[in-house]
Antibody
Framework: VQLVQSGGEVRKPGESLKISCQGS????????FGWVRQVPGKGLEWMAI????????RYSPSFEGHVSMSVDWSTYTAYLQWSSLTPSDTAMYFC?????????????WGQGTLVTVSS | QSALTQPRSLSGSPGQSVTISCSGS?????????VSWYQHHPGEAPTLIIY???KRPSGVPDRFSGSKSGNTASLTISGLQAADEADYYC???????????FGSGTEVTVL
C-alpha cells in the first residue's frame, strides 16, 4: 500500500489550493480517505474523512465549510481543496486511509504535504 | 471536540518501560473500544502501532501494548530502544458524525 502526496505549496492569503493523495496497492472502494493537519510545533488534528464510493463525508467542526474533498477514480487520487486560504492554514497535511468499517483506525499514511500561506 | 489529554513528554533509559496516558471522556475513550495509537517520527509519515485498544498491526513489536480503564487509555513501551524516540498520539473514535479525536501528543525521549 502506498499513498503519495503532492509536493509542498506556497500561496498568498485569499488564494485557492488543491492538494492530492494518490493511492496504490489496495482496493480503492474498500477504504475511506482521511485528512489530518499538523500545524508547525503542534499535534495531529483530524480534519475529515471521505468515502470514495458514495462521497459520504464527515468534517471536524473546525474545518467544515473551509475545506472540501473529492476523488478521481480514474487515478485513485483524493483531493483536499481550499477556496480561500488564510495564514492559519499553514501546516503539514497528511492523507491516510482506513478500512470501510465504522470506527476503523487509519492504517496507512501519506508522507505529508507542507502548505505555507504567507503574504 | 477537544483533544484527548496526553502528557507533553516522557523519558526513559534503554531497556526501561514508559507508559503514556490518554485521557478522554465518556463520549469517546470511555464509550468505544476503538482507541488507536500512532508513532510519529518528525518528517515522516505517522504509523499505526495499536488499534482497538490492544491490537497490534502486523510487524509491530510486542514491546508495544495498549490498555484502557474507564475514560483513560494507555500505551506502554517496554524495553525502550533508541528507535522508539518519537512523538506518540492516541486517537479515539467518537461517534458517527464526529468520528475521530486525536490526543495532544507525547514526546518520548530515550536517555
Amino acid at each position: 500500500v502506498q499513498l503519495v502526496q503532492s509536493g509542498g505549496e506556497v500561496r498568498k492569503p485569499g488564494e485557492s489550493l488543491k492538494i492530492s493523495c494518490q493511492g496504490s496497492g489496495y482496493s480503492f472502494n474498500n477504504y475511506w480517505f482521511g485528512w489530518v493537519r499538523q500545524v508547525p510545533g503542534k499535534g495531529l488534528e483530524w480534519m475529515a474523512i471521505f468515502n470514495p464510493v458514495d462521497s459520504d463525508s464527515r468534517y471536524s467542526p473546525s474545518f467544515e465549510g473551509h475545506v472540501s474533498m473529492s476523488v478521481d477514480w480514474s487515478t485513485y487520487t483524493a483531493y483536499l481543496q481550499w477556496s480561500s486560504l488564510t495564514p492559519s492554514d499553514t501546516a503539514m497535511y497528511f492523507c491516510a486511509i482506513r478500512p470501510a468499517v465504522t470506527a476503523s483506525p487509519f492504517h496507512f499514511w501519506g508522507q505529508g504535504t507542507l502548505v505555507t500561506v504567507s503574504s | 471536540q477537544s483533544a484527548l489529554t496526553q502528557p507533553r513528554s516522557l523519558s526513559g533509559s534503554p531497556g526501561q518501560s514508559v507508559t503514556i496516558s490518554c485521557s478522554g471522556s465518556s463520549n469517546d475513550v470511555g464509550r468505544y473500544n476503538s482507541v488507536s495509537w500512532y508513532q510519529h517520527h518528525p518528517g515522516e509519515a505517522p504509523t499505526l502501532i495499536i488499534y482497538d485498544v490492544t491490537k497490534r498491526p502486523s510487524g509491530v513489536p510486542d514491546r508495544f501494548s495498549g490498555s484502557k480503564s474507564g475514560n483513560t487509555a494507555s500505551l506502554t513501551i517496554s524495553g525502550l530502544q533508541a528507535a522508539d524516540e518519537a512523538d506518540y498520539y492516541c486517537c479515539s473514535y467518537a461517534g458517527t458524525y464526529l468520528p475521530y479525536v486525536f490526543g495532544s501528543g507525547t514526546e518520548v525521549t530515550v536517555l
